[in-house]
């Protein structure tokens, strides 16, 4: 396998991992974590898949950066919103309904 | 005749607007507006009858009234005027202003008047779309506007009985017009149009499609048959007699009950075709159907005290004669039908009409109550015994002309059974309006009356009085004058001879 | 035509909303005439837009010159103007509306955002790659979710934070898949990747995970359970955007995925999301019966009319364009529906000071505006004629029929009868007495006018339905291949 093929099942298996944390895990902080790690994964796998020829393409690479900066973005809404449910409800956890 | 074509097209379009337009107008009036908004009605009731006057020399002259719109891609929205439409129309609009009259006396004072009379024109304007439209989805349209513009008045006295009786008409109301909806689409992908035409549109389908068309039958009088208080589908009518007397009046004599009468007749002429409907056999179960409601009504009315509910159940049972009259495959039976269609809207309205006057002057709302009523309101109750004659079937008065064409026209096609009907209906309709007469001629008052009003210069208000009267002068005169080549008989020969005896 | 040189005018409808939010963001007073007057502007440019198309074609407009794959391209076909114009109509009414309802502060934080999320979704339904319209969705639901959250009640707080969990995660998987499909074709370009062969399994791995990922965002049953609580918390103009708008855009995507995309893979699952469409309909019709608040049952009702456009996927493959243009028929009459339902329980809930549907006494008399927007739209939403709702319905339920596909007509049919129960529900209580529980407020005439107009579109959207059949059809959007003369 080539380093390339390594690192893009890396980013898949980020990818789960990020996705198994936000279904188990109750606590805000770690699921916002774990769509980060999902995040990084995808960037991962655009990466690691850029080389198409012999010649490696620069666009993922771009989509990576731009995705980057969404994520960035998204996660600073997500702790800012998390930092304001729990002041309102006590508690850094989303009660009742609603899962994955 | 040959019609300026602009003219052709516009004059439908204006008969809708006449009653669209002030309703909408009236609608923004404030509560206290009274002047603005009776001249509103009455002029938009006035024009309305001009213009159906207008209408109807150009169409017994073979003019052509049509117009045009494409709604959905392949079918537009037809508003046409026929000599069926116009049976409808010519009622509808005559009513109408009698009923605005009646209305504007009966409300007054009463609150949410503008919600009221806008209400009204957009039900009327939804009967008038009902009567031109020319094809089945522009029916639809107008029977769903009807539906939906009836229920703020069944609803309006804002009480929880009301609310239930709304809850009723609604549930009723909205599931006939799933199956008619579910029919007419499916009717349309079996034939590619949707048009109303004398001798139908399914004549030409193969073998294969009768089974389909047979359901879709079903499911077109099924969903027509609500509105139509065809039995089981009746249930919402007595309940809604909660509504105010105008409402009652105008929902059974004019509005609702006649556009499911009137659906019926169009699906059994200008869609099926009398003759391929009769092939489809579907005609014997409808007139068997047809039957049973008019027996079933009659039973029923006798045992109800209360006079709205007995005058329901009578509505339920008369409305059956026009599909019995359709269903009975003959011109002489379709013209009693269809002649029905006029003289049981004078006879209904006018009792509807009396039924308010004493509720609203005297606090009378059960049978039992009216002992000697008729020397405390002799006109009242002079047009109440016309229009229950009427109904009977006595001669002169309309109602005798409706049993007598359709009795030649059962014997005409062999159906002997339909004159034992006819006649037990004659018969159970006296039973139970003869007693209301004696009660109300002969007997003495028990005492006080529940609730008396004193009015100065008669019996009760002149706009509660006047309209009864004449309406039950205009049943008598129906009857009186039949022959007379303006009459409703006359019209109902003219459209039997045009749909179904002209090749 | 105009006097800016017509090239610019696709890029216009992103940076005209973009830069009014930003001033909204500046200023310190005035903020909803700037606000009113760009969406105004946006809905000038839109109509000048479907000019052009109608009298030119599509085209595409590559920004700044640079085309793909390192500049992006704009593309304008009948579909995207027609869901640009929807956007444009429900952003005007939405904005009227908010003008007044928002106070100083409050407005403060909603313009901005507001126009951030026009842009976003101008953006959106301009775009033609697959990345592009990552980017877009994440702006979109960003400001969405930011929307949501700004009412700053607890409910809202958790009901956004819940609605952003989930809409990440939709854009993730549907990222991932964009880089499947990258990796395999070397392109992110629609119609480009439709005509190249892709290996199955990426094909079907990428196909999966994009479409979750939509799906989370049309929350299409299962995956509808943040959407009642972010849709009835949100403050009403908001909820009134989200319902009618936000939602429709993963739907959008999907539509497009479907023509250009995965055309085969796509027929294979349509009779699995036909069924949960259906389930969505008569589920969500039954818990929207359920409600005892206006603004639930609403949100609900939302939930109940997405499963509409799923329901009639798997009649596309034989009914091609016409089931298509039926289902987008569907989408704007709701969009028009909706939001004037969620303004007018707004007003409601301002002038009752509550939502409890019991206890709305007669509020027919005192807000007649309101209650005939409620009723009009209600009618479009039980799909009664006339009205943008029939016109769906019955188109649908002809191919249904015509394709001899009767569990879906009978659904169709069974929606519209529970759609009917809980419209009545909400309206018989606005006709008759309930327990008045204080004061009533007055509210704003714009209030009251804002979702009337919109409820009035909907009805007329029913006479106008051959129109707009017409207008989705230029550029063929609804047949896979590119279409563009530029």
Known sequence: MTPAQLYALVGIGLFFVGLYALGVRRHLLPRILALNIMGSGVFVVLVALARRSSEVDPVPHAMVITGIVVAVSATALALRLMLRVAHATGSAQLTDTGDD | ?503 | MSIVSPLVQPVLLIALPLVGSIMAFLLSSRRATVGVAVVAGNLGLVGGLIGRLCATGPWQHSVGGWGAPLGIDLYLDGLSATMLAMTALVSLGISAYSAAYFSATAARHFWPLWLLLLAAMNALFLSRDLFNLYVTLELVGIAAVALTAMRGQRDALVAAMRYLLTTLLGSMSYLLGVALLYHSVGSVDMVLIGETPVPPPVAAAAFALMAVGLLLKTALFPFHFWLPGAHSSASAPVSAALSALVVKVGFYILLRLWIEVFPALADEIAGLLGFLGGVAVLWGSLQAILQQRAKMLVAYSTVAQLGYFFLALPLVAAGGSRVWGAIVLLVLAHALAKAAMFMAAGNLLAFAGHDRIRDLDRVVQRMPLTAAALGLAGVSIMGLPPSGGFSGKWLLLQASLEQGNWPIALVLLLGGVLAAVYVFKLLEHIFTSGTPTGEPRAVARTMEWAPLMLAIGAIALGFLTTTVLDLLAVGEPFVPGRRDDY
């Open chain 2, 1 to 503: 005749m040959i019609i300026n074509p602009a003219f052709s097209a516009t004059l439908p379009v204006a008969l809708v607007a006449s009653s669209l337009l002030p309703g909408l107008i009236i609608f923004a009036l404030a509560e206290e507006s009274v002047r603005l908004r009776t001249a509103l009605n009455l002029l938009g009731a006035l024009s309305k009858l001009l213009l159906v006057a207008l209408m109807l020399w150009g169409v017994y002259h073979e003019a052509a009234f049509e117009t045009r719109f494409e709604l959905l891609p392949g079918l537009p929205l037809v508003l046409r005027a026929d000599a069926l439409s116009l049976l409808f129309i010519t009622l509808s609009a005559q009513l109408w202003f009698l009923t605005t009259i009646y209305a504007v006396g009966y409300l007054e004072g009463s609150p949410h008047r503008s919600r009221f009379f806008g209400f009204f024109s957009l039900c009327v304007t939804a009967t008038v779309g009902v009567a031109m439209a020319g094809n089945l989805l522009t029916f639809i349209l107008f029977y769903e506007m009807l539906t939906l513009s009836t229920y703020p008045l069944v609803v309006h006295r804002g009480t929880a009985v009301a609310r239930r009786a709304g809850e009723a008409y609604l549930l009723y109301t909205v599931l006939g017009g799933v199956l008619l909806l579910l029919g007419a689409v499916w009717l349309y992908t079996l034939t590619g149009t949707l048009a109303f035409r004398p001798q139908g549109v399914v004549g030409d389908l193969d073998a294969r499609h009768h089974t389909s068309l047979i359901i879709i039958f079903v499911l077109l009088i099924g969903g027509l048959g609500v509105k139509a208080a065809l039995l089981p589908l009746h249930g919402w009518l007595p309940k809604a007699m909660v509504a105010p007397a105008p409402v009652s009046a105008l929902l059974h004599a004019v509005a609702v009950v006649k556009a499911g009468a009137f659906g019926i007749v169009r699906v059994v002429y200008d869609i099926f075709g009398i003759q391929f409907a009769a092939t489809l056999g579907v005609m014997m179960p409808l007139a068997w159907l047809a039957s049973a409601t008019i027996i079933y009504g009659s039973v029923r009315a006798l045992f109800q005290d209360d006079l709205k509910r007995r005058l329901a159940y009578s509505t339920v049972s008369q409305v059956s004669y026009i599909a019995l009259g359709v269903a009975l495959v003959g011109p002489l039976a379709s013209v009693g039908g269809l002649v029905h269609l006029v003289h049981q809207g004078l006879m209904k309205i006018t009792l509807f009409f009396c039924a308010g006057n004493l509720a609203e002057t005297l606090g009378i709302h059960k049978i039992s109550e009216m002992n000697g009523v008729a020397r405390r309101m002799p006109w009242t109750m002079t047009a109440f015994t016309v229009a229950s004659l009427g109904m009977i079937g006595v001669p002169p008065i309309a109602g005798f002309i409706s049993k007598w064409y359709l009795s030649l026209g059962a014997m005409e096609v062999g159906a002997d059974w339909v004159l034992l009907v006819l006649a037990g209906s004659s018969a159970l309709n006296a039973l139970y309006f003869l007693p209301i007469l004696y009660r109300a001629w002969f007997l003495e008052p028990a005492g006080d009356w529940p609730q008396e009003r004193h009015y100065p210069r008669a019996e009760t208000s002149l706009a509660l009085l006047i309209p009864p009267v004449i309406t039950a002068t205009l049943a008598l005169a129906a009857g009186l004058l039949a022959s007379v080549p303006a009459s409703p008989q006359e019209w109902a020969k003219l459209v039997v001879l045009r749909e179904f005896l002209d090749p």
